[in-house]
């Protein structure tokens, strides 16, 4: 059974940094794509970030230059740095793997960015 628990959100101050991560269990993950996703009040989850197996990374545009994806193979844990927060950034962040051809996701974790 694959499990995803993300973990570090919380309150911050515009400009300030808070550093997400994502510990998975229940399959081997080190050959698959992870990736950052978050839904902020009232609007659809959007994709925010992604990292392949060989640590390629690509970013949504509303976050280049200040996120940061990284994993850990060996731990089963991704991460999202977030530097330069603004309240824009407010929303339940999640993370994502497919297995399978089926889509897993855990529980999100709240980030919230004070004015």
């Known amino acids: 059974q694959v499990q995803l628990v993300e973990s570090g959100g919380g309150l911050v101050q515009a400009g300030g940094s808070l550093r997400l991560s994502c510990a998975a269990s229940?399959?081997?993950?080190?050959?698959?794509?992870m990736y950052w996703y978050r839904q902020a009040p009232g609007s659809q989850r959007e994709w925010v970030a992604l990292?392949?197996?060989?640590?390629?990374?690509n970013y949504a545009e509303s976050v280049k230059g200040r996120f940061t994806i990284s994993r850990d193979n060996a731990k089963n844990t991704v991460h999202l740095q977030m530097n330069s927060l603004n309240v824009e950034d407010t929303g339940v962040y999640y993370c994502?793997?497919?297995?399978?051809?089926?889509?897993?996701w855990g529980q999100g974790t709240q980030v919230t960015v004070s004015s």
């Open positions: 229940g399959s081997s993950f080190s050959s698959k794509p």
């Open positions: 990292i392949t197996s060989d640590g390629s990374t």
């Open positions: 994502k793997v497919e297995v399978g051809g089926r889509s897993y």
